[in-house]
Each structure stands twice: as C-alpha cells, then as structure tokens.
C-alpha cells in the first residue's frame, strides 16, 4: 500500500515549472527541475533583433523590485543582438511574477517568450547553435542588407549550396517574418 496524502495528490497535479529540460547542463531531471524551482533567472525568446537592451529592462524593470541584471545574447563576431537574453530578479517570486504576465506579450510586433533559466553563466550570450534552423536563420539574419524596397540577402555561391543542402537534408523552414525580395550570389 502506497503513502498517498493531500499533500501527494496536490504534488502530482502541479505541472513542471518548464516544459524544457537542457541536457547540455550536466544535471538530472531532478537537479535542473529544482534548479529551475528556486531560479531568479529568465529566459527571453523570440526577440526581435531590433529590440534593444533599454526596451527590455524597461518592461522587465516594472515587476517587483526590478531587474538585478541583464544579458543580451549577442553574436561572437559582430556583437550585434541575436533575439535572445536572460534576465536576472533579486528573488525568485519577482521572477515568477514576470513569467506570469509577460510571457507572450508583444515586443516590437512579436511575442516574446518567457522561460525559467537555472541560471546565467559566461559564454551563454552567444548562444549554442552550431547548425539547424537556429545557425541558418543567424546566417541570413548577418549577411542581409536593409534597402528601401525590401531585404536583400548577400552571399557566396559556396555558401548559398551549403545552406541551401543543409536546407534540404534537415527540412529546416527558413522562411522569416520579414520577405527575402532578392537573393545576390557573388560568383568566385
């Protein structure tokens, strides 16, 4: 016979503070799910690369005591932002309130996503995508030009077959928000 009490039943019921669980963390479940229960950190997702520093701490900076800390991630070569960042709260339940209510919420036209975080460390505001969807988005997102008429995306023609390859063998969609009017291949 099992030890079933309120207390268990109420237990099996909450849902995981996260559906994501990083297995580049070197923790159990159990460690990274209860890192992520005591956390201060959040993840932001889905920024727009136009989104600046001062915008987010503004927003972020209006729950609970305010923002201790903030880490825009940012590309290695060029340092300009790559829509992403971590935000660090003074306590756990400031943090929480922000998952809350801005989870989701629109920022420059997109809807941000809010995620717990165990917590920053050096080199993660450079991401971790080395190829997929993440490194060929961060590939066109660096090698486009602005014009008036649209975006125009400048590149090799080495470097277009292997996109487009890597492409083809992942299925990977890499359709942005924003149109591709025109594609340049710089012939060698």
């Given at each position: 016979?099992?030890?079933?009490?309120?207390?268990?039943l109420y237990e099996n019921l909450q849902q995981p503070i996260s559906q994501y669980y990083d297995k580049s963390s070197n923790l159990t479940r159990e460690e990274y799910f209860y890192k992520?229960?005591?956390?201060?950190?959040?993840?932001?997702?889905?920024?727009?690369?136009?989104?600046?520093?001062?915008?987010?701490?503004?927003?972020?900076?209006?729950?609970?005591?305010?923002?201790?800390?903030?880490?825009?991630?940012?590309?290695?070569?060029?340092?300009?932002?790559?829509?992403?960042?971590?935000?660090?709260?003074?306590?756990?339940?400031?943090?929480?309130?922000?998952?809350?209510?801005?989870?989701?919420?629109?920022?420059?036209?997109?809807?941000?996503?809010?995620?717990?975080?165990?917590?920053?460390?050096?080199g993660r505001e450079y991401g971790r995508g080395t190829g997929g969807r993440q490194q060929i988005q961060k590939?066109?997102?660096?090698?486009?030009?602005?014009?008036?008429?649209?975006?125009?995306?400048?590149?090799?023609?080495?470097?277009?077959?292997?996109?487009?390859?890597?492409?083809?063998?992942?299925?990977?969609?890499?359709?942005?928000?924003?149109?591709?009017?025109?594609?340049?291949?710089?012939?060698?």
């Open positions: 016979m099992s030890n079933l009490n309120a207390a268990s992520l229960s005591i956390s201060t950190t959040l993840y932001l997702g889905n920024l727009s690369i136009y989104t600046t520093e001062e915008q987010i701490f503004e927003l972020f900076n209006r729950v609970g005591a305010g923002v201790r800390r903030l880490i825009m991630g940012r590309n290695k070569e060029t340092g300009k932002a790559i829509g992403f960042c971590f935000i660090e709260y003074f306590n756990h339940e400031d943090a929480k309130e922000a998952h809350e209510y801005l989870d989701l919420l629109k920022l420059d036209e997109r809807a941000i996503r809010v995620d717990w975080d165990i917590g920053y460390s050096e590939d066109l997102m660096f090698n486009q030009i602005e014009a008036e008429e649209g975006v125009i995306i400048i590149m090799e023609e080495e470097e277009y077959k292997q996109m487009m390859m890597r492409v083809i063998i992942q299925e990977v969609d890499i359709r942005k928000e924003e149109e591709i009017d025109q594609i340049i291949i710089i012939e060698e």
